[in-house]
């Protein structure tokens, strides 16, 4: 009796861990089972993860973080943990930025465009937007940090969360436009339903816990926005997205993420958690209430 009640249900944990699985292959460099199950079908249902990939790398960095910190100087910390972003991804993401930038700043037609996305060679549009975007996304880690060490990992950990949600998103409301045959990536998660969209965006908004409601509220005005206006900007332009244009949406999702934290540098920024616990950023372990100002 026993066993027929529970095999449904770790068969339904293993589907889900299987669609997990397959979201961090496709986004990261990570190591995943070889037991691993794939299929079309089976990536459109992981984008309910991609926010949950996300946490996994949010994580890491912010670790990535308080080693690094713990003997070098915090804008040397910060570089190298970029780095280590580049080598977990792959530079997946970044490299949506700049296709997308070489394919829509480059050309007239959405067939060129779409045919320069897809060419692995980077232009002077790409190149100058990738270096702009890591620029500003360098001076604003480091204005979080010079704040406060927590506002930095907080905000590392929420940008990489919900900047993948945000970009997700956008495969539930536009068409896919581009020939995954001839593309040069992989293949691509093309729908999305309600309940997979509802996930995704669950997860990708938990880490807002841990900030005040005014930050909240402005975080998701600057988002919603933000996601109005590319979603309407990408229609004019190919009439739909690509893989490209979901790499350049959590890029361009994540510094709007980080700009919107750095404009309440001075202000109140956390809710009243006090949360007591040591501090790994010093060269001993001090005991501090990890929390800012109650908002």
Known sequence: MSVSVNEPLKNKVAAQLN??????SFFTRLPVPKTMHY??????????FFSLVGLVTGLLLALSYVCFSTFLPANISILLTMTISLLL??????????????????????EKRLTIMKDSRIGT?????????LSLKFTLLVNLAEQDSNHLLLAIILAEVLSRAVAGS????MPYVSDIEQSKSKPLAQAQSSSELTILLLIGLAPLIFYSSEVIFSLLIVLVLFRWLFKQWLMARIGG???DCLGAGQQLSELLIYLTLVSYIDKDVFIG?????????GNSFMEHNFMGIVG
């Not at 549009?125 to 975007?133: E, N």
């Open 125 to 133: 549009y790409g190149a100058v937007t990738l270096v702009m975007a």
């Open 241 to 243: 997205f690509t893989g």
């Open 170 to 173: 956008l495969i539930s409301s």
């Open 39 to 48: 299929s079309e079908a089976l990536l459109n249902k992981a984008n309910r």
């Open 19 to 24: 669609l997990f699985y397959l979201a961090l």
């Open 89 to 110: 991804t792959g530079a997946f993401h970044e490299d949506g930025l700049a296709d997308m930038a070489d394919g829509i700043g480059g050309a007239f037609t959405i």
């Open 273 to 281: 958690l006090v949360f007591t616990g040591y501090s790994f950023l």
